[in-house]
Nanobody, 123 residues
């Protein structure tokens, strides 16, 4: 059974930084793409970033490009999202996800999901 557990969310002031982590278990994910999505109150879920199985390829939503960085450590089955220069509009529940295929921007999501971690950016 696949399990994805996010951590690192919290309250931060605009302009600040947070680092999200997602630990995966249940199988070996080194051959899977991993990614982050978010859902703000009253809005649809949206793609944020993805990284290929070896880490050589990354893909970002335009709204976070230049501010967020996705990375992964396959030895730890963990994916990270470093978020800098945070804005109030980044406030959302952030979800980790994995998919066996590299096919950004994952308009239809990924195959497996975590339960999410809340990020709140105050102005």
């Amino acid at each position: 059974q696949v399990q994805l557990v996010e951590s690192g969310g919290g309250l931060v002031q605009a302009g600040g930084s947070l680092r999200l982590s997602c630990a995966a278990s249940g199988r070996t994910f080194s051959s899977y793409a991993m990614g982050w999505f978010r859902q703000a109150p009253g809005k649809d879920r949206e793609f944020v970033a993805a990284i290929s199985w070896g880490g050589a390829n990354t893909y970002y939503a335009d709204s976070v490009k230049g501010r967020f960085t996705i990375s992964r450590d396959n030895a730890k089955n963990t994916v990270y999202l470093q978020m800098n220069s945070l804005k109030p509009e980044d406030t959302a529940v952030y979800y980790c996800a994995v998919d066996p295929k590299w096919r950004p921007p994952y308009s239809y999501g990924m195959d497996y999901w975590g339960k999410g971690t809340l990020v709140t950016v105050s102005s």
